[in-house]
DNA sequence: CACAGTATGAGTACTTGTACTCATATGATC
DNA sequence: GATCATATGAGTACAAGTACTCATACTGTG
């Protein structure tokens, strides 16, 4: 290795980010040069300057960590990605890769393998944290992921409705909330539905929870 | 201040921990002696030393954040308790101070007030951090704040069809998965709710997606 | 202007959840 | 054996979500 690699790092939790940013400064190769706490500053930080990698976190306000990937891939292709989150889900990383992510990392697995991951991906290889893939918890599955095109397809009042979905509120809550008729709300529930291809009884209630970080 | 304080760091993300570390290093007047990823080794690092402070998240496996709390204030009453949390909910913050914690913060704002806290509860003071009780989220409020005390009170087949709730399931579905009539589970979707004082269309669901890892 | 998209509101039918009531069976405790 | 808690099943009534249909109004674009 010649030079120190520069590091970006995204994650929406300040703690997280100072957490990384120690785990990586623990080696002499690697020096966190930029900090972003939501996806569109992290997109404004890869503008600015120049990095070697961009760790990011998936789940972030304003634009999701998928968002930044794609933004990534088409702007900044010299710069490597690793996608550093809570879901070991098969589908997630799947996206990921599709998207152009170099590597993919469980939180709780980076304090072991952060270093390993960040000297693979920036010598042009890809890296998936081990444990990806047999998770417990029942995680959504994008049937052909593209939740997010799906997502960006809904209109503004669709938007406003399923945020409030995803606090459980009823359509009569929604109603007086958006000071609109609760008929109103459930036809955007309907509409919701349709577009995204849900179906049944708490299908709506189960993506907005699921999907409440990237709303 | 005369000497160094000992503090011990209960959070179940390593790198959190790490970010904790760092933070609370910055400081000379403080030292993290011991780290635990869930409750149970909280406690048992508690046995084993004395420490000045507890930095406590409440979202752990094993014991709930909440149960150490209980712990320490029957066990270990020299040792000041802050809880760190993402949920900038009123009705944890009564809860744990119930429970004889000393400090409220949340996780974003940890990184400036860290300290700070540390200073006032070591002292023997109180600390909350600003915003909270200002979520946007309708968190679930705990009339009294006895929700464990109510959740051990349910029968253990309530408690089968509350973790299936949790998972957004119909109880035409639950009753399949347990090989019981619907009309059942609804009797049990009843009883829970009037167990835990439980109200309205969504709120059964919404206490099982929330208290999901307390199950 | 015509058209498409969106937001708004309502009608109708069906399913599901909530909130009660009641009944039966089982197992433990006194 | 009587009693209590629990689990199980069902009846009834109402509220809410889902899944359609239709209609009106506004806002852009071609």
Redesign the interface.
């Given at each position: 290795m010649t030079t120190v690699r520069s590091i970006l790092i995204a994650d929406?939790?300040?703690?997280?980010?100072?957490?990384?940013r120690?785990?990586i400064e623990e080696s002499p190769y690697y020096v966190v040069t930029a900090e972003a706490g939501d996806g569109q500053s992290a997109i404004r930080q890869l503008e600015l300057n120049r990095f070697d990698a961009a760790v990011l976190d998936l789940a972030m306000p304003d634009r999701s960590g998928l968002q930044v990937l794609q933004w990534m891939r088409d702007n900044t292709p010299g710069t490597a990605c690793v996608v550093l989150t809570m879901y070991a889900d098969e589908g997630y990383l799947k996206r990921a890769f599709e998207l152009g992510a170099n590597g993919y990392l469980l939180?709780?697995d980076?304090?072991d393998e952060l270093i390993r991951c960040l000297d693979v991906v920036c010598d042009g290889g890809r890296y998936v944290s081990p444990n990806v893939g047999h998770s417990r918890g029942?995680v959504l599955s994008p049937p052909d992921g593209q939740i997010d095109e799906k997502l960006s397809a809904l209109t503004p009042a669709q938007r406003a409705v399923l945020r409030l979905v995803s606090?459980?509120?009823?359509s009569k809550e929604i109603g007086r909330e958006l000071d609109i008729s609760y008929r109103t709300v459930q036809n955007h529930r309907a509409n919701i539905c349709r577009a995204l291809g849900l179906d049944?009884?708490?299908?709506l209630?189960?993506f907005a929870?699921k999907e409440k970080e990237h709303l």
């Open positions: 929406d939790h300040p703690i997280f980010r100072r957490g990384v120690n785990i939180k709780d980076a304090h029942a606090e459980f509120k009823t049944g009884p708490n299908a209630v189960e929870v």
